[in-house]
């Protein structure tokens, strides 16, 4: 069965940096759009960004400059770097896997910014 597992969130001060990984297994990773998104408490999911299998990417206007999604088809993985980061990227930030209509979701992982 298809699984997205994430990993790398945690507790950072303003400013600082984290690297998100998810790992997708039980299909052929180079054919899906991978994703990142992530829901703040009292707010709706909201797409951060994505990386097509060609490579195209696209990011939320808040986090452009600052994030970078990148991914290694090698190992099945999808990355996203965070930089500068700020109190407001606070969430619980969701992979996504997509082919045509199907999307599947990993569990989240947690990034709390605070001082």
């Known amino acids: 069965q298809v699984q997205l597992v994430e990993s790398g969130g945690g507790l950072v001060q303003p400013g600082g940096s984290l690297r998100l990984s998810c790992a997708l297994s039980?299909?052929?990773?180079?054919?899906?759009?991978m994703g990142w998104y992530r829901q703040a408490p009292g707010k709706q999911r909201e797409l951060v960004a994505t990386?097509?299998?060609?490579?195209?990417?696209n990011y939320t206007d808040s986090v452009k400059g600052r994030f970078t999604i990148s991914r290694d088809n090698s190992k099945n993985t999808v990355y996203l770097q965070m930089n500068s980061l700020k109190p407001e990227d606070a969430a619980l930030y969701y992979c996504?896997?997509?082919?045509?209509?199907?999307?599947?979701w990993g569990q989240g992982t947690q990034v709390t910014v605070s001082s």
């Open positions: 990386m097509t299998s060609t490579n195209s990417v």
């Open positions: 996504a896997a997509g082919i045509t209509t199907m999307m599947y």
């Open positions: 039980g299909t052929i990773f180079r054919l899906y759009t």
